[in-house]
């Protein structure tokens, strides 16, 4: 299964994967823009606005009761970060037709529900959103950010990214701050969600029975696309990360009974590179897996952290590891995770390693064509990154991997950042261990 992908109007395109393989049809509506500090929090503000209540649908209430009459369609806030940019938009799935009564137009009933949302929300007598859904969503957001801080091996990784990452926007927060969000005005968010009309590219994505020329003429009906700009403001998607002149490293204080160690790398591989497939089957030899290197030695055979795994972020090329670690076992422990690279780095890889490695990667890929959101994550960040690779073709190059590949690229591999929260114990252990 792959896309066709076209252009409805301008800055506005349409990638299909028609199939019958599921019961159900999914559309998405993506909004790709640039990630930055200050736009990327109100942005987010506005899209969960947006949500909450319309023209047509005045109350959260009100959209779910016509969801329901839709085959309990549902509509979802999408939101997440591709390398250097923001998406933002909904995701809606829908049962296909043929399982109904044949009578209700749920696809079309769920672009009106879709494009009431984008295009017309409620506001009050001075054109911005109603300051009730201004301030409930506010609180949310603001919640969501201290539930990160809450999370410390999440708020660990986080923070590792934006010291390794400073001055570029693979750093920033798209959350922001509480302070940044308490302070967003009524103006500004309204002001923003008008440059999200019309400033950036819409990516939308179908997946189910309908061709892409039904489905096209059915967004053209349905979404107000004439007179939207032909050029629009485009993400500027930067090259992995050099290697840095010095190790960076920071600690910081909190009353954790247990530390939280990560290790920033760079690798010279990103989705883009001709050795991706390579530095797969290395993180999953290094980490990602339940019998990797980490695992097995760092965490099993010496006892030295609760947790121990690596992450390769696919887009910026960055590898970290994440690691729970008390604070007397912190300098063993990174000794121990810079030692399973070395390992690697000469050629220490047995063959149940290396097998077991390209053997998890190759079912996870396979999976990939069983779920229509994995499916769709697949192939828009390729079309992002400009690669054109399908799962069967990335599943070839998984199996064509050799030891001496993943030997090589390990040989690039370089420690950038160094992050340590460090555990005061002066409150019970926290829930990720």
């Known amino acids: ?57 005045k109350t959260q209430g009100e959209i779910n009761l016509r969801l329901d009459e839709l085959y309990a369609t549902s509509i979802s806030v999408k939101s997440q970060r591709l390398g250097n940019a923001n998406i933002l938009g909904f995701s809606a799935e829908m049962l296909c037709e043929e399982y109904t009564d044949g009578k209700t137009d749920i696809f079309g009933g769920t672009l009106e529900v879709l494009t009431q949302m984008l295009y017309h929300p409620l506001t009050d007598e001075n054109g911005n959103f109603l300051r009730s859904y201004i301030e409930s969503e506010k609180n949310n957001q603001c919640d969501s950010i201290k539930a990160q801080i809450n999370n410390p091996r999440s708020y660990a990784s986080k923070r590792c990214r934006e010291i390794m990452f400073e001055g570029d926007a693979y750093g920033i927060s798209l959350l922001g701050t509480v302070d940044s969000v308490s302070q967003i005005t009524e103006r500004a968010l309204f002001e923003s969600y008008q440059h999200l009309l019309s400033d950036y590219r819409y990516e939308f994505f179908y997946i189910g029975p309908r061709t892409i020329e039904e489905v ?55 989705i883009k590179s001709e050795d991706f497939c390579t530095m797969l089957v290395l993180n999953e030899i290094y980490g990602a897996s339940p019998v990797s290197k980490l695992f097995m030695n760092v965490r099993e055979r010496l006892s030295l952290c609760y947790y121990c795994s690596s992450f390769y972020d696919i887009f910026k090329g960055a590898l970290f590891v994440s690691c729970g670690v008390s604070p007397e076992n912190r300098d063993k422990a990174e000794r121990e995770i810079l030692s399973q690279l070395s390992e690697i780095v000469k050629g220490n890889i047995s063959d149940e390693e290396f097998e077991a490695a390209k053997r998890s990667l ?66 019970g252990e926290d829930a990720d261990e």
């Open 1 to 57: 299964m792959y896309p066709k992908r076209i252009s409805l109007s301008g800055a506005r395109f349409l990638s299909a994967i028609q199939t019958d393989k599921f019961k159900t049809e999914t559309l998405s509506v993506s909004i790709v823009m640039p990630t930055d500090k200050k736009a990327s929090p109100i942005s987010l503000l506005a899209l969960s606005i947006l949500k909450r209540g319309n023209e047509s649908y």
């Open 216 to 270: 096209a003429k059915r967004l053209s009906e349905a979404f107000p696309f004439d007179g939207r700009r032909e050029s629009v403001c485009e993400v500027a998607q930067s090259v992995p990360k050099k290697k840095a002149d010095r190790v960076r490293r920071v600690t910081e204080e909190m009353p954790l009974a247990q530390g939280k160690l990560v290790l920033g790398f760079t690798t010279e591989t990103n």
């Open 362 to 427: 190759y079912n996870n890929y396979r999976s990939l064509s069983d779920s229509p959101a994995h499916l769709e994550g697949y192939y828009f960040c390729r079309n992002e990154f400009g690669v054109d690779c399908t799962i069967e073709q990335c599943m070839s190059g998984i199996r064509a991997v050799k030891i001496s590949d993943v030997v090589r690229v390990a040989s690039n591999i370089c420690l950038d950042t160094v992050y340590f929260l460090n555990g005061s114990g002066e409150e």
